[in-house]
C-alpha cells in the first residue's frame, strides 16, 4: 500500500471494535498499548487486506464526541488507524494535510456514509503526538521519548502545521517539550533554535549558562542556527561582564581608628582586589551565589578589625544580591 494513497472509503457498520470501544476502555492508555485491535468485515475493495486492525486508543470512533463528525481515517506505515475530523485537520493545515486529504474524496464519502480513508507516510507514534498537538490534548501519557518529540515539532510544517501555533505556551506540545528541557537541554534549545521559538529557547538557556562553547558539537551548533548561538554565547559574556563590574568596588573604608587606619583598608582592598581577579579568571558563567559567597566570604577569617568586618560583610551581601539578579536566560 503506497504511503498518501488513498485506499477507499469504509462505512461505520465495517467495525467491529471491542466494546465499541469506549472512552473508559480505550482512553489514557499508555504507549505500550497505543492502540485497540478491531475486526474488519468489508469488502476487499473497500478496505486494506487485512483480517485486523489496530486503532487509535484515542481516536477511534466516537472519542471525539462534539461536531465536525469523524469522517477520515488516517493509516499510518505500521498500520494503525486514526478516526479524526477532516474539519479540524484541513482548518489547522496549509497544505490539506501534506496533500493527504481531498475534499471531493471526503465529500464522496459522507454522501454514502462512509469514512475517507487515506495513508500517512508516518508512524503511528509520530502522528498521535502530531494529532494530540491538533486538537490540544495532552499526550505525556504515552510517555513520547525525546526523540519522538523533536521529530514531531518537525514534521509538522510538513503536514502545513504552523510550528509557531503549536509550539506556544500554554498549548499542551510546548509544556510536555518545556517539562523535558532538563534531560537534554542542548538539543531542545537546538529544537527551538531552529524553529525560531523564543520561549523555548529561552527556558532551555537557563540550562546552558554553564555550557561551554566549545562543547558544542558542530551538528548542533548549525541545526540551532547563528543567531540563537550567538544569543547563548552573548548570554555567557553577559554573565562574565557582570561578574566584574560587581566585582569591581571593594568595601568601603570606616572612619580611621587608633587600631585600623588607611594601611588596614588598603590591605582589605588588596585582599579583595585578588580574589576578584580569582573569580573572574576561574568563573563559569553558572556559577550560583552560594559558591560565590563561600570563596568571597573566606576573607572574613583575616579581618581581625570589627569595623573592617561590618563593612566587608555588607559589600559581600551587594555582591550576592546583584550575582542573584544577572539574567540566566537569553
Not at 141 to 163: E, R
Amino acid at each position: 500500500m503506497n504511503a498518501n494513497a488513498h485506499v477507499g472509503q469504509l462505512g461505520l457498520g465495517a467495525l467491529l471494535l471491542p466494546s465499541q470501544a469506549t472512552p473508559d476502555s480505550a482512553a489514557d492508555v499508555p504507549i505500550s498499548n497505543l492502540v485497540d485491535s478491531a475486526s474488519v468485515l468489508a469488502p476487499a475493495e473497500a478496505a486494506p487486506d487485512l483480517n485486523e486492525i489496530a486503532v487509535s486508543s484515542r481516536f477511534y470512533p466516537g472519542s471525539l464526541n462534539s461536531p465536525p463528525p469523524q469522517d477520515l481515517v488516517l493509516v499510518t506505515t505500521d498500520q494503525v488507524f486514526f478516526f479524526v475530523q477532516s474539519a479540524v485537520l484541513l482548518a489547522a493545515s496549509r497544505n490539506f494535510f501534506a496533500n493527504c486529504i481531498i475534499p471531493q474524496r471526503l465529500a464522496a464519502a459522507a454522501a454514502r456514509g462512509q469514512h475517507e480513508i487515506t495513508c500517512i507516510h508516518e508512524t503511528s507514534i509520530i502522528l498521535n503526538i502530531v494529532l494530540h498537538a491538533i486538537y490540544d490534548f495532552p499526550c505525556e501519557q504515552f510517555g513520547p521519548t525525546n526523540h519522538n518529540l523533536i521529530a514531531t515539532v518537525d514534521t509538522l510544517a510538513k503536514y502545513g502545521l504552523s510550528v509557531q501555533t503549536y509550539v506556544t505556551s500554554p498549548r499542551s506540545l510546548f509544556n510536555v517539550l518545556a517539562s523535558r528541557i532538563a534531560t537534554d537541554p542542548l538539543q531542545f534549545y537546538a529544537l527551538a533554535g531552529h524553529h525560531d521559538l523564543y520561549a523555548l529557547a529561552s527556558r532551555a538557556s537557563v540550562h546552558l549558562v554553564g555550557h561551554k562553547a566549545s562543547d558544542i558539537p558542530m551538528p548542533v551548533a548549525e541545526r540551532m542556527g547563528p543567531i540563537y548561538l550567538n544569543r547563548l554565547l552573548a548570554l555567557h559574556q553577559a554573565r562574565q561582564e557582570a561578574l566584574k563590574a560587581i566585582l569591581r568596588a571593594p568595601p568601603a573604608p570606616h572612619p580611621p581608628t587608633d587600631a585600623c587606619g588607611a594601611d588596614g583598608h588598603a590591605a582589605l582592598a588588596r585582599a579583595w582586589s585578588f580574589v576578584a581577579a580569582y573569580l573572574i579568571w576561574e568563573m563559569r558563567p553558572d556559577m550560583t551565589t552560594i559558591s560565590l559567597e563561600l570563596t568571597v566570604g573566606r576573607l572574613s577569617r583575616d579581618i581581625s578589625c570589627p569595623l573592617c568586618k561590618t563593612s566587608f560583610h555588607a559589600r559581600l551581601a551587594e555582591v550576592i544580591a546583584a550575582w542573584a539578579s544577572v539574567p540566566r536566560c537569553i
